[in-house]
């Protein structure tokens, strides 16, 4: 019993929070891209290249990061707003 309590906190709670985290430093990171005067849409194509060379994902829910699809779309979403912070 306490041991699938343990497994639905962590399914249920822990590893969505886990999620959450990763796409805050993903936001971040695209400002301080910019901000340092790279190119934020760069974490796009970094980002594919890393999804297309993976294998053996496993459900999202089971993971602490993001699915990779999901975070690239969550990135563009993004990229408007980092690119005002871009250096000229």
Do not use: C
């Amino acid at each position: 019993m306490t041991a699938a309590i343990g497994m639905g906190t962590n399914v249920g709670i822990t590893l969505p929070f886990s999620r959450k985290h990763e796409y805050e430093a993903d936001h971040l990171g695209l400002i301080f891209m910019a901000m340092a005067g790279y190119d934020p849409n760069e974490a796009i194509a970094f980002w594919t290249r890393m999804a297309n060379a993976s294998t053996g994902k496993q459900p999202e829910f089971l993971s602490t990061h993001p699915a990779d699809e999901k975070r690239i779309a969550k990135l563009k979403s993004v990229i408007p707003e980092a690119l005002k912070y871009k250096k000229n």
